[in-house]
């Protein structure tokens, strides 16, 4: 099986831009969940889709936003970036997350904002 | 919510050594997870172990979910090891992971 791909994998925008990142988790898979991650704050928990609705949000600005399509590829968008938005986003699938499934990461996407 | 607490926050090894990372969370989980973090920033599943003891070749790992802690252990450590090991739980009333502050392992030849 394929794993978690995540597109693009490199991104450079500046500020007051938006951007649109892709996932795509494997095959089966009706979760996804998105993280960010930064060296000040590590890795935090931005939102979770399952079958097209989100399930679960973290403690962002409504900037960032997510959705999920009937075939379980989800996008997140980050609108007027700001520099702070600089981080590498990560993408994690699992057949349901209901607490007792494993989850597996895509490469991620390495989102730079000048 | 809860808390994560991964130590050492940094190891530095000869290669052939041994050693163990230690992960302690502040309430009951579903799920604890273990990851690699490759130097491309990908995380690489080492161990799904809520519970109980898990070994995968020089890995091992040990959840007593009774006292909230998990540890890894690295046996006969290659340079390949190096990189950033996470520890990441899942809490019984939620749907999102909790990570841990990470140990960096160097592992010098």
């Known amino acids: 099986k394929a794993g978690v791909t995540q597109t693009p994998r490199y991104l450079i925008k500046t500020r007051g831009q938006q951007v649109t990142l892709s996932c795509s988790p494997i095959s089966g898979h009706r979760s996804v969940s998105w993280y960010q991650q930064t060296p000040g704050q590590g890795l935090q928990f931005l939102f979770e889709?399952?079958?097209?609705?989100?399930?679960n949000k973290g403690n962002f600005p409504g900037r960032f936003s997510g959705r999920q399509f009937s075939n379980s590829r989800s996008e997140m968008n980050v609108s007027t970036l700001e520099l702070g938005d600089s981080a590498l986003y990560l993408c994690?699938?699992?057949?349901?997350?209901?607490?007792?499934?494993?989850?597996?990461f895509g490469p991620g996407t390495r989102l730079t904002v000048l | 919510g809860i808390q994560v607490e991964q130590s050492p926050p940094d190891l530095i090894l000869q290669e052939g050594a041994n050693s163990t990372l230690r992960c302690n969370f502040s309430?009951?989980?579903?799920?604890l997870q273990w990851f690699h973090q490759n130097p491309w920033g990908q995380l690489i599943n080492l161990f799904y172990?809520?519970?109980g003891t898990k070994q995968n070749g020089r890995l091992s790992a040990t959840t007593v979910a009774t006292e909230r802690y998990s540890l890894l252990y690295i046996s006969s450590s290659q340079t390949t090891d190096s990189g950033v090991y996470f520890c990441a739980v899942l809490e019984t009333s939620g749907s999102r992971l909790t990570f841990g502050e990470g140990t960096q392992l160097t592992v010098n030849p």
């Open positions: 994690a699938s699992s057949l349901q997350v209901q607490g007792t499934d494993t989850q597996y």
């Open positions: 309430d009951s989980v579903n799920n």
């Open positions: 889709y399952f079958s097209e609705t989100q399930r």
């Open positions: 172990i809520p519970s």
